[in-house]
Every structure is written in structure tokens, then in C-alpha cells.
């Protein structure tokens, strides 16, 4: 029996986008509290995870939530430079998610 499942199969939206000039912000949230709960419990989404999984320095983490009652997760990271500045490939931010969807969840926590 496979116990792993794939953060994209679990979440019912993961996105990235600005949080202002100098931020982006990610939201993962889940349509139910079942797997909100049980993602919480696995351990895959953590600030050392978080970072790890975008290759940045925990300083860079700025918040990182597990907001109940909205059945989601949701951590800010420092931008590099500020949106729109030379060499800013994603002014928007919306493009930054893409490293979670692939995150494994073991299921059986």
C-alpha cells in the first residue's frame, strides 16, 4: 500500500504572489480539515522544510502559519531584489509555488 501522495493531490490550491515590493507570499489550502490535519501531522510542510524545498536561508522566512480555520498554510520568504527590478524574472510572484507540487506526504501519520 502506497502511503505517499503528492502535495498537489492533497492541497485544493497551492500558490505564490506578492506580498509587496520586497516578499512573496505562498498559500497551500486544503478543502477539508481531514487533510489539512494530516499534512500538519507528516512533517512536510515545516519552516526547515520550507526553506529546504525553496533553497533559501532561514532568514529569508519571514512568517510561516498554520491558520486553522481557513484549513491552511502559509509562509512569506524575502525576495532576492524587489519586484519589477532588473532582473526580477517573476514580477508578480506567481510563479514560485512550483517546487511544492511534487512534495511528497506520507499519509499514514
Do not use: W
Request: net charge neutral; hydrophobic share 40%.
Amino acid at each position: 500500500m502506497n502511503n505517499v501522495k503528492k502535495l498537489s493531490d492533497l492541497a485544493k490550491t497551492i500558490r505564490s504572489k506578492n506580498a509587496g515590493t520586497d516578499k512573496i507570499t505562498f498559500d497551500i489550502i486544503f478543502r477539508e480539515r481531514e487533510t489539512y490535519d494530516l499534512v500538519k501531522r507528516s512533517g512536510a510542510l515545516t519552516r526547515d522544510s520550507v526553506c529546504h524545498i525553496l533553497k533559501v536561508d532561514p532568514e529569508r522566512l519571514t512568517d510561516f502559519v498554520e491558520y486553522d480555520p481557513a484549513y491552511a498554510i502559509k509562509f512569506t520568504i524575502l525576495r532576492v531584489r524587489p519586484s519589477g527590478s532588473a532582473g526580477d524574472g517573476d514580477i508578480f510572484g506567481a510563479q514560485q509555488y512550483a517546487p511544492f507540487l511534487d512534495v511528497e506526504v506520507d499519509i499514514s501519520a
